[in-house]
Protein backbone atom coordinates (compact mmCIF):
# COMPACT_ATOMS: atom_id res chain seq x y z
CA UNK A 1 0.00 0.00 0.00
CA UNK A 2 1.48 3.11 -0.97
CA UNK A 3 0.08 6.21 0.02
CA UNK A 4 0.27 10.08 -1.24
CA UNK A 5 0.17 13.19 0.29
CA UNK A 6 -0.07 16.48 -1.25
CA UNK A 7 0.45 19.87 0.30
CA UNK A 8 1.07 23.44 -1.28
CA UNK A 9 -2.05 24.59 -3.28
CA UNK A 10 -3.59 27.98 -2.29
CA UNK A 11 -4.78 31.14 -3.63
CA UNK A 12 -2.05 33.45 -6.11
CA UNK A 13 -2.28 36.27 -8.30
CA UNK A 14 -1.39 36.00 -11.88
CA UNK A 15 2.21 35.76 -12.30
CA UNK A 16 3.07 34.56 -8.68
CA UNK A 17 4.60 31.14 -7.48
CA UNK A 18 3.31 28.03 -5.96
CA UNK A 19 4.78 24.80 -4.77
CA UNK A 20 3.99 21.96 -4.46
CA UNK A 21 4.72 18.81 -2.72
CA UNK A 22 3.70 15.21 -2.86
CA UNK A 23 5.23 13.07 -0.30
CA UNK A 24 4.78 9.10 -0.68
CA UNK A 25 4.56 6.41 2.15
CA UNK A 26 4.33 2.85 2.53
CA UNK A 27 6.45 -0.38 1.68
CA UNK A 28 8.83 2.14 -1.61
CA UNK A 29 11.89 -0.14 -2.58
CA UNK A 30 11.55 2.20 -5.78
CA UNK A 31 10.55 4.97 -7.38
CA UNK A 32 9.80 4.68 -11.08
CA UNK A 33 8.32 7.84 -11.78
CA UNK A 34 6.71 10.30 -9.90
CA UNK A 35 4.23 12.66 -11.81
CA UNK A 36 1.30 15.89 -11.03
CA UNK A 37 -1.65 16.09 -13.22
CA UNK A 38 -4.05 18.41 -13.11
CA UNK A 39 -8.21 18.88 -13.60
CA UNK A 40 -8.99 22.54 -14.41
CA UNK A 41 -13.32 22.93 -14.00
CA UNK A 42 -15.42 21.15 -16.09
CA UNK A 43 -12.23 19.45 -17.82
CA UNK A 44 -10.48 16.17 -18.02
CA UNK A 45 -7.00 15.19 -16.28
CA UNK A 46 -4.34 16.19 -17.77
CA UNK A 47 -0.42 15.40 -17.66
CA UNK A 48 1.78 18.60 -16.31
CA UNK A 49 5.03 17.09 -15.52
CA UNK A 50 6.53 13.79 -14.83
CA UNK A 51 9.95 13.00 -13.14
CA UNK A 52 11.86 9.29 -13.35
CA UNK A 53 13.31 7.92 -10.28
CA UNK A 54 16.60 8.43 -12.23
CA UNK A 55 15.59 12.44 -12.39
CA UNK A 56 14.60 12.45 -15.95
CA UNK A 57 12.02 15.56 -16.27
CA UNK A 58 9.33 16.14 -18.77
CA UNK A 59 7.01 18.43 -18.97
CA UNK A 60 3.66 19.49 -20.96
CA UNK A 61 4.35 21.89 -23.24
CA UNK A 62 2.04 24.49 -21.20
CA UNK A 63 4.23 23.83 -18.20
CA UNK A 64 7.62 24.21 -20.36
CA UNK A 65 9.42 27.17 -18.72
CA UNK A 66 7.43 28.38 -16.12
CA UNK A 67 7.48 24.62 -14.03
CA UNK A 68 10.19 22.85 -12.81
CA UNK A 69 9.26 19.03 -11.08
CA UNK A 70 12.20 17.80 -8.79
CA UNK A 71 12.83 14.52 -6.75
CA UNK A 72 13.99 13.52 -3.90
CA UNK A 73 14.72 9.91 -3.04
CA UNK A 74 15.52 9.65 -0.18
CA UNK A 75 12.42 11.23 1.46
CA UNK A 76 10.19 9.75 -1.92
CA UNK A 77 9.03 13.21 -2.35
CA UNK A 78 8.29 15.02 -5.49
CA UNK A 79 8.12 18.86 -6.01
CA UNK A 80 6.50 21.08 -8.33
CA UNK A 81 7.59 24.94 -8.35
CA UNK A 82 5.24 26.78 -10.15
CA UNK A 83 6.36 30.37 -11.38
CA UNK A 84 4.44 32.76 -13.64
CA UNK A 85 1.11 31.46 -12.95
CA UNK A 86 -2.08 32.33 -14.66
CA UNK A 87 -5.68 32.03 -14.43
CA UNK A 88 -5.43 28.80 -16.91
CA UNK A 89 -3.67 27.31 -14.62
CA UNK A 90 -6.44 26.84 -11.90
CA UNK A 91 -7.44 23.81 -11.10
CA UNK A 92 -6.66 20.34 -8.77
CA UNK A 93 -3.43 19.24 -8.65
CA UNK A 94 -3.20 15.04 -8.39
CA UNK A 95 0.27 13.65 -7.80
CA UNK A 96 0.94 10.17 -9.04
CA UNK A 97 3.34 7.79 -7.86
CA UNK A 98 4.35 4.61 -10.05
CA UNK A 99 6.48 2.54 -7.49
CA UNK A 100 7.92 -0.76 -6.72
CA UNK A 101 6.70 -1.80 -3.37
CA UNK A 102 6.57 -4.61 -1.25
CA UNK A 103 9.83 -6.35 0.23
CA UNK A 104 13.03 -7.89 -0.89
CA UNK A 105 10.81 -11.55 -1.04
CA UNK A 106 7.83 -10.57 -2.50
CA UNK A 107 7.73 -7.34 -4.62
CA UNK A 108 4.76 -5.65 -6.54
CA UNK A 109 4.17 -2.56 -8.68
CA UNK A 110 1.75 -0.02 -7.46
CA UNK A 111 0.71 2.74 -9.08
CA UNK A 112 -0.94 5.38 -6.81
CA UNK A 113 -3.18 8.97 -6.67
CA UNK A 114 -3.18 11.70 -3.89
CA UNK A 115 -5.97 13.43 -3.05
CA UNK A 116 -5.63 16.61 -5.05
CA UNK A 117 -4.57 19.86 -3.78
CA UNK A 118 -6.39 23.38 -5.38
CA UNK A 119 -4.42 25.75 -7.26
CA UNK A 120 -6.52 28.86 -7.68
CA UNK A 121 -4.73 31.86 -9.77
CA UNK A 122 -6.44 35.17 -9.90
CA UNK A 123 -6.39 38.01 -12.77
Known amino acids: QVELAESGGGLVQSGGSLRLSCAAS????????MSWYRQPPGKQRQLVAKITGDGTPDYADSAKGRFSISLDNAKNTVFLQMDNLNPEDTAVYFC?????????????????WGQGTQVTVSS
Open 96 to 112: NAEVEGGTTWKRYDAIS
Open 26 to 33: GSILSIYS
